[in-house]
């Protein structure tokens, strides 16, 4: 099993609402990571989780709020977004978070959020 | 200075055509280097690594200067189904591998 898998794939949430996204992998990688997307944007880095623990915040509102429950899942809990908050939602996996020449990420598919 | 720098482009080139892509990265410690690939609406998919003495795969030949922070990307005989954004990525150095993308280059290949 090669894949990230996220679901769900489209979200659309109103400023009141909690919801959560959620990503799973089966390919024994250590690191896991959230990254928000803005249209004809690059991927922009919001968390890493390295062995379960959240080893980078880039500085995200509080509004978002990340979970590792074990080595395979990776949540992102969202309560009181903002319509600016709309995005595609990416989640990626690397072995684990050291250096290691040539090893890049694999990404999950996206879910799309609409904030409204 | 933006960390790591692409031209957005758009190029448009016809089938058969070769066309390279260049980027520049400000951090002289960054530690490895890719090429994704990202399909409109779809999740980034990594194109191939690029390592210090230069890699092909098929069509794909990918190049690091590091004097002069520079990675560029030719690709040869372009194909319909080349059309994408390609990004630039660099792990900057640190703590925890942290993947830095550019802002991409369109490409589009017409017949």
């Known amino acids: 099993d090669t894949e990230v898998t996220q679901t769900p794939k489209h979200l659309v949430m109103g400023m009141t609402n909690k919801k959560s996204l959620k990503c799973e992998q089966h390919?024994?990688?250590?690191?896991m990571y959230w990254y928000k997307q803005k249209a004809k944007k690059p991927p922009e880095l919001m968390f890493v989780?390295?062995?379960?623990?959240?080893?980078i915040n880039e500085s995200v509102p509080s509004r978002f709020s990340p979970e590792c429950p074990n080595s395979s899942l990776l949540n992102l809990h969202l309560h009181a977004l903002q319509p600016e908050d709309s995005a595609l939602y990416l989640c990626?996996?690397?072995?684990?978070?050291?250096?290691?020449?040539?090893?890049?990420?694999?990404f999950g598919s996206g879910t799309r959020l609409t904030v409204v | 200075r933006k960390e790591v720098e692409q031209d957005p482009g758009p190029f448009n080139v016809p089938e058969g055509a070769t066309v390279a892509f260049n980027c520049t990265y400000s951090?002289?410690?960054?530690?490895?280097f890719f090429w994704y690939r990202q399909d409109c609406r779809k999740e980034p998919k990594l194109l191939m690594s690029?390592?210090?003495s230069g890699n092909e795969d098929g069509r794909f030949t990918a190049q690091l200067n590091r004097a002069s922070q520079y990675i560029s990307l030719l690709i040869r005989d372009s194909k319909l189904s080349d059309s994408a954004t390609y990004l630039c990525v660099v792990n900057l150095p640190g703590t925890a591998s942290k993947l830095t993308f550019g802002t991409g280059t369109r490409l589009q290949v017409t017949l």
């Open positions: 989780y390295s062995y379960e623990k959240l080893s």
């Open positions: 390919m024994g990688h250590r690191a």
């Open positions: 690029v390592y210090s």
């Open positions: 990626a996996s690397s072995q684990d978070s050291f250096f290691r020449p040539g090893h890049g990420y694999t």
């Open positions: 951090n002289s410690a960054s530690q490895s």
